[in-house]
């Protein structure tokens, strides 16, 4: 079952003032479309959920400015539409280009927004450059096992269609162990987040071999069956 998505945490930001409110009806409206264009793992569900998990990451760091932090969870993974080797650098050229962002923002905000998007990915190799590129790199993690796993498969049957179904299984596998196994690359920037705990879970099924080769299985046939 997919992540809950807070939206009411999005619903009381846009209540607190007129600008709020504008802001948010853009975002909403304007940008967050804009992601059906993209995989199943990076869908309008996932730019929500990244939105209302960085509003509540925020509320544990009061010099935060919480429209900055909403705009660039909204933005974070515009990229894609480029492919997704350099979507990070994408999306930071499309918030620095998109001028109706001045509305809101100062070319100083603009960039710190910019700056957080291409920080979000998770195999970046340094930590994040503001508290804004570490709460929306922590957001975007959504860490919850069967969640993870399906979007593995989905982007392995998209990217590799040619791969028959232990192969499938292998190249699910592999990431899982590569990215968020022990040692894995996956790091967390925010201590209040729950990912810890969760990333401990899924650690424990990709340790256990039968467990994660029947969760794979179940999820494959359930994603095939769907197509």
Avoid: C
């Avoid at 690359?185 to 209040?192: A, F, G, T």
């Avoid at 424990?204 to 494959?220: H, S």
């Amino acid at each position: 079952m997919p992540i809950e998505i807070k939206m009411e945490l999005i619903e009381a930001f846009a209540a607190e003032s007129d600008r709020n409110q504008e802001l948010t009806h853009f975002l909403l409206n304007e940008i967050v479309p804009r992601y059906d264009a993209f995989d199943a793992g990076h869908d309008r569900h996932h730019a929500l959920y990244v939105m209302t998990q960085s509003l509540h990451l925020a509320q544990f760091y009061p010099e935060v400015y919480r429209p900055m932090v909403l705009t660039a969870a909204a933005y974070h993974d515009l990229g894609l539409v480029n492919g997704r080797e350099q979507h990070h650098a994408d999306s930071a050229k499309i918030i620095r280009s998109d001028e109706r962002l001045q509305q809101w923002f100062t070319s100083d905000e603009v960039e710190v927004i910019a700056q957080a998007a291409y920080d979000h990915r998770a195999s970046a190799k340094t930590a994040p450059a503001s508290i804004y590129g570490r709460i929306v790199a922590e957001a975007d993690r959504q860490i919850e096992v069967e969640t993870v796993i399906r979007r593995t498969i989905q982007f392995g049957m998209k990217q590799y269609p040619q791969l028959s179904k232990e192969e499938s299984h292998e190249r699910t596998a592999e990431h899982l162990r590569e990215k968020y196994g022990e040692g894995g690359y996956l790091k967390l920037w925010i201590p209040e987040s729950d990912n810890a705990q969760r990333l401990a879970e899924l650690r424990a099924i990709i340790a256990d071999e039968p467990q994660l080769r029947t969760l794979i299985t179940r999820l494959y046939h359930f994603l095939r069956a769907d197509s």
